[in-house]
């Protein structure tokens, strides 16, 4: 029986057990019967939603997009294949940069799709106007900085290129108690209605378009936890005791904040100026 779960203290072990072999064939099988499209995306957004972000970028074999905390690198394929476009990925995780560049030579797409460890909250290590589009899918709210974030983001995508990103914006009353289990293990920058769109307008970037993915996400979290439950055993073993039950009610609170429509999941869409 593995122990490797109960040594989990920090990002730094959640992302090494996270990014292991043994946990990746788990998390295959679990997301698998939590979305039916699952292609290997770690977030909460459904394969049906990553399609139409990636689409609303409206790029082609002409472009390049950046992509980021691209994680795994399933999503960043799945936009090359999709698109025929070029993908640069950024994660600050090391385990999940190297996970990314394995899977890209298996898929044969190195050519297209490279990935370099990087901190998203620092200057980007990219020339200005160096990418056709820019795309993080449920990676801004874990940004401190908004501002200085978009502002980056502007800097290094052309004028007239597109932006498209998700984020968890408070639509009712939540306790710091409910917070603290909804987000275990990372920063969370909580904004509110009408907070992106006018940094995204200080940025430089049009808003295009949003689009309310609350739905989307409850329904997520409840097939989530229900199938951790269904591999309780393997679970436990994998992750300890402790690290499962943290897990488990975190999608839980994240079904009922949905749920309930108290933390709301939306996707934007906007064009650099």
Same mark, same amino acid.
């Given at each position: 029986m593995s122990t490797v779960g109960e040594t989990v203290t920090g990002e730094k072990d959640f992302y090494k057990l996270r990014y292991s072999a043994e !946990?990746?064939? +788990?998390? $295959?099988?679990?997301?698998? @019967?939590? $979305?039916p499209g699952y292609f290997g995306q770690g977030s909460w957004t459904s394969t049906a939603d990553y399609d139409r972000l990636f689409d609303g970028l409206e790029v082609g074999p002409e472009h390049v997009v950046l992509d980021i905390a691209s994680g795994g690198g399933a999503p960043a394929l799945r936009l090359a294949e999709r698109r025929r476009c070029r993908v640069v990925g950024i994660d600050r995780s090391d385990d999940a940069v190297a996970t990314a560049t394995r899977r890209a030579g298996e898929r044969g797409l190195s050519e297209r799709v490279t990935f370099k460890a990087a901190d998203a909250t620092a200057r980007l290590p990219f020339d200005d106007g160096h990418v056709d589009a820019v795309i993080s899918v449920d990676g801004l709210i874990h940004l401190p900085n908004r501002p200085a974030v978009l502002a980056e983001w502007a800097r290094v995508?052309?004028?007239?290129?597109? +932006? !498209?990103f998700t984020d968890q914006i408070v639509t009712a009353p939540i306790m710091n108690t409910e917070l603290a289990i909804r987000s275990p293990d990372f920063p969370f920058l909580i904004t509110m209605p009408g907070y992106n769109e006018a940094q995204l307008a200080l940025a430089g970037f049009? +808003?295009?378009?949003r @689009? $309310? +993915?609350? @739905?989307?996400?409850a329904g997520l979290a409840c097939r989530h936890w229900q199938a951790r439950e269904r591999h309780r055993d393997a679970l436990i073993a994998l992750e300890g005791q402790a690290r499962f039950d943290q897990l488990t009610a975190y999608r839980r609170m994240a079904e009922t904040l949905a749920t309930e429509r108290r933390l709301s999941h939306v996707a934007f869409w906007a064009e650099r100026g």
């Open positions: !946990a990746a064939t +788990l998390q $295959d099988r679990i997301f698998a @019967e939590v $979305d995508v052309k004028r007239g290129g597109r +932006l !498209a049009h +808003l295009k378009r @689009e $309310d +993915l609350t @739905e989307t996400i």
